[in-house]
């Protein structure tokens, strides 16, 4: 029976049989057992599916792995240890030495990084593109060695909405596969596949979990992109892996080959992998994931009119208000809600933002987004300090900005609390 999303948050995953745990188990051991050396051997060849070591695959990995795939409408997934170890993987399942990718330049500092200067050393080239630029401009920065195209749904920190069908015609009209990070507008408020997304990660650290116990991530495959038709651009997928007797990813598993090479290949050699305790915490948070992304976004929303109001306020950006230029994308691909994180710079620069934070009592200061409790960053002297005046404003960081993740708390409260502290500013 084909369930709504919902019901894949509740019931997802894990479908006990008669007389099994009702609960998703904690698989908690590394290791499975086989009664000959022959079975053994016939995962090895990948002739069978089926456990032998936790680095690769672990059952309580892989039910919460279905949950996330099912609620993005894909054909197949994989936890990792991070949202950090998601876009890495996700990259390097289809790039290597000598390629480039396009990546939009609001991305996590994490991801703007990871691609521009650790995979830089590993010798695969990344623009950062800027993504308001009109399609004949970013057309410019394909070349024939581009690999991939990598975007957020919802940028964070700044919440920039994606053109998601200006960066799937470009990057399908060069050949490549357009791989969205989801993080912040989760499944419950945008599906990117529902418009031509070919692959889509996660730091499930954030909404999936919900609760800030688990770091973790997972990347979902649409099983749309047809690799075959580029063959000569992803050789890793379309000729034969040595490392298993010369098995062709395409040929041997059809629209599972993605997600099949970077269990198989990447995780065993990487070693990224989820652990089982976390997947379950992850998945406790998946089951009320419906119910606490809708209160994120309507607290969000009452609170970003509340400081789109206030004297002390010099902006505020939140693309479900309808003053934000991003409000009509947010309309098309998010109509439900966007997330619950919104930014704002208090009057005062960067000095009055120190201010205002300091003089918080319930919203807390952490280096975190996206649970159920309201917290605040201030991005220019918290997660990116590292970047210069210009990088942070290549990156939509102003000075100012306060990046505010919306809880689930009465919203009268989180609102009281905001005003005393601008009261300080
Ligand atoms: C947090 C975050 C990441 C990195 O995820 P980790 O789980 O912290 O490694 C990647 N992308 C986005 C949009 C994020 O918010």
């Not at 933002?353 to 319930?362: C, D, G, I, V, Y």
């Amino acid at each position: 029976m084909a369930l709504k999303k919902d019901s894949i948050c509740v019931q997802g995953g894990w479908v006990p049989k008669n007389g099994e745990p009702r609960v998703l188990p904690i698989y908690q051991s590394t290791t499975y057992l086989y009664e000959t050396s022959e079975e053994m051997g016939k995962l090895f060849d990948l002739e069978k599916d089926g456990y032998f070591y936790s680095r690769l695959q672990n059952p309580t990995c892989d039910l919460v792995a279905k949950k996330i795939c099912d609620l993005e409408g894909g054909v197949a997934a994989m936890l990792t240890s991070s949202g950090q170890a998601a876009t890495m993987l996700a990259v390097t399942n289809i790039c290597e030495a000598g390629d480039h990718v396009i990546c939009a330049s609001k991305v996590y500092g994490g991801t703007s990084n990871l691609l521009s200067v650790t995979l830089k050393r590993f010798g695969i080239e990344t623009s950062l593109v800027d993504q308001e630029l009109p399609a004949e401009e970013l057309e410019k920065y394909f070349k024939l060695n581009t690999k991939a195209v990598f975007a957020e749904t919802v940028s964070n920190p700044a919440g920039v909405v994606l053109d998601i069908d200006k960066f799937v015609s470009l990057a399908h009209a060069h050949g490549v596969p357009m791989i969205c990070d989801n993080t912040f507008a989760t499944p419950i408020n945008c599906r990117p596949f529902e418009f031509g997304v070919d692959i889509v990660t996660h730091s499930t650290t954030k909404y999936m979990d919900g609760h800030a116990t688990s770091v973790g991530g997972c990347i979902v495959d649409s099983g749309n992109f047809d690799w075959d038709a580029h063959a000569e651009k992803y050789p890793g997928l379309t000729t034969p892996d040595d490392s298993y007797h010369g098995i062709v990813y395409t040929k041997k598993f059809g629209k599972g080959a993605y997600i099949t090479k970077a269990t198989v290949q990447l995780m065993r050699d990487m070693g990224a992998c989820q652990s089982p305790q976390n997947a379950f915490l992850t998945n406790l948070g998946l089951e009320t994931l419906h119910l606490r992304v809708p209160r994120h976004c309507e607290n969000a929303l009452k609170v970003a009119k509340f400081l789109e109001n206030h004297e002390k306020v010099a902006w505020v950006e939140y693309a479900g208000l309808e003053s934000s230029k991003y409000y009509p994308l947010a309309q098309k691909y998010m109509p439900n809600g966007v997330c619950g994180v919104l930014c704002f710079g208090p009057k005062g620069g960067k000095e009055g933002a120190m201010r205002f934070t300091n003089a918080l009592k319930m919203v807390s200061i952490v280096t975190h987004v996206a649970d159920a409790r309201s917290c605040v960053l201030h991005p220019a002297s918290h997660t990116h300090r590292q970047l210069n005046e210009q990088q942070l404003l290549e990156a939509g960081v102003l000075p100012d900005l306060i990046r505010l993740s919306v809880g689930i708390e009465d919203v009268d409260d989180i609102i009281a609390d905001l005003e005393q502290a601008l009261a300080e500013v």
